[in-house]
């Protein structure tokens, strides 16, 4: 069966400090990935997303993300944080053959120090 | 485009209640889903619509729970009788047939906050 785990619940940094936010999943085959982020009170935004190709994928507000078949993760990362990307962000994964069911991770509190 | 509509936004009800929570996806997509979202168990999908046909509801947790979609414009979630353990942020999302590119992306609404006193 399919899962994704993100080991950290909470995470604190500086601004200005990078982030990694790590991600593994358990599935069969390629999955398309995804890391999607929710601010305080508002639905889930989709940050990037892979399917296939380059396994260095970029997303919106300066994020990205890495696919390491070989260890199953898909940690997402930004060089420099700022204190608007304190939000919850959920990594998430889907069957390649599925049109549709998306299974999401616990997901990962980002607070950030001033 | 709107975006996912979901109304209402905040739902306070007593227990043994109806409560019918509603979702207009976006123009052009055909699936929908429906999630649940608890500090205990995390976001949870409910069900979920290909063409206004239900295709896997196994995330309903009981028969209080039910979820029509009589047209691809719009969609209800239904709990009759709520009970305060309902208590919850209710989601729905869509997504379009598109091409391999687009077809898994989910957009999601902004969830009516339901609770159940």
């Known amino acids: 069966a399919q899962s994704v785990t993100q080991p950290d619940i909470h995470i604190t940094v500086s601004e200005g400090a990078s982030l990694e936010l790590r991600c593994n999943y358990s599935?069969?085959?390629?999955?398309?990935l995804f890391w999607y982020v929710q601010s305080p009170g508002q639905g889930l935004q989709l940050l990037l997303k892979y399917f296939s190709g380059d396994t260095l994928v970029q997303g919106i507000k300066g994020f990205e993300a890495e696919f390491k078949r070989s260890q199953s993760s898909f940690n997402l990362r930004k060089p420099s944080v700022h204190w608007s990307d304190a939000a919850e962000y959920f990594c998430a994964v889907a069957p390649y053959s599925s049109a549709s069911k998306i299974i999401f991770g616990s997901g990962t509190r980002l607070s950030i120090r001033p | 485009d709107a975006g996912v509509i979901q109304s209402p936004r905040h739902e306070v009800t007593e227990m043994g209640q109806e409560v019918t929570l509603r979702c207009k996806p976006i123009s052009g997509h055909n699936s929908l889903f429906w999630y649940r979202q608890t500090m205990m168990r995390g976001l949870e999908l409910l069900i979920y619509?290909?063409?206004?046909?239900?295709?896997?509801d196994s995330g309903m947790p009981e028969d209080r729970f039910s979820a029509k979609m009589p047209n691809a414009s719009f969609s209800t979630l239904k709990i009759q009788p709520s009970e305060p353990r309902d208590s919850a942020v209710y989601f729905c999302a869509s997504k379009d047939p598109g091409t391999s590119g687009s077809r898994n992306e989910q957009f999601f609404g902004p969830g009516t906050r339901l609770t159940v006193l």
């Open positions: 599935y069969g085959a390629t999955p398309y």
């Open positions: 619509f290909n063409n206004n046909v239900p295709i896997d």
